[in-house]
Antibody, heavy 119, light 107 residues
């Protein structure tokens, strides 16, 4: 059964850093593009990053560009999101999602991990 | 950025009713639109992609139509397990953007 399990969320102060992980199982992770999407109380769902299977193509939303870095380790079936210079508006549930067609559309999502940025 | 709007924001219908949700894009996105469902505390579930293609395993009571800027999502006969929030997403142009969601409840 295909699974995506996010971890690494928590409470962090403004300006702080956090690294999210997404463990993939049940499919050949190295073959698929992945997305990070977040759900914020105010803005709803927001796509934030896309990384191709080989990490050769990476995109970010303007709201996180320069502060967040997406990466993956295909040998470990894992996806990561390094989040620096965190702001209150980054408070959200963060989801990793598989992008079966490398199109920006996600066919399978994890259950999410909550990040709270607060002093 | 392409803005996605959805209507209604919420609806309440009886089991067996036909339910329709609309999604509008601020510019032409061809058919690069998906529909997904999310239940509280659960992972979103993909239902339809390319505006009208049903994802494998999704019941045939779900359907989608439209192209360009105007799209429709329909549940032909609402079932109790269909409660949740439905959202559209465009993947024609970066940044990929989502509609605000439609909450579906059983009357």
């Amino acid at each position: 059964e295909m699974q995506l399990v996010e971890s690494g969320g928590g409470v962090v102060q403004p300006g702080g850093s956090l690294r999210l992980s997404c463990a993939a199982s049940g499919f050949t992770f190295s073959h698929y593009t992945m997305n990070w999407v977040r759900r914020t109380p105010g803005k709803g769902l927001e796509w934030i990053s896309y990384i191709s299977s080989s990490s050769g193509t990476i995109y970010y939303a303007d709201s996180v560009k320069g502060r967040f870095t997406v990466s993956r380790d295909n040998a470990k079936n894992s996806l990561y999101l390094q989040m620096n210079s965190l702001r209150a508006e980054d408070t959200a549930v963060y989801y990793c999602a598989r992008d079966r067609r490398s199109s920006g559309w996600s066919d399978h999502w994890g259950q999410g991990t909550l990040v709270t940025v607060s002093s | 950025d392409i803005q996605m709007t959805q209507s209604p924001s919420s609806l309440s219908a009886s089991v067996g009713d036909r339910v329709t949700i609309t999604c509008q894009a601020s510019q032409d996105i061809s058919n690069y639109l998906s529909w997904s469902q999310q239940k509280p505390g659960k992972a979103p579930k993909a239902l339809i992609y390319d505006a009208s293609t049903l994802e494998t395993g999704v019941p045939s009571r779900f359907s989608g139509s439209g192209s360009g800027t105007d799209f429709t999502f329909t549940i032909s006969s609402l079932q109790p397990e269909d409660i949740g929030t439905y959202f559209c997403q465009q993947y024609d142009t970066l940044p990929f953007t989502f509609g605000p969601g439609t909450k579906v409840e059983i009357k």
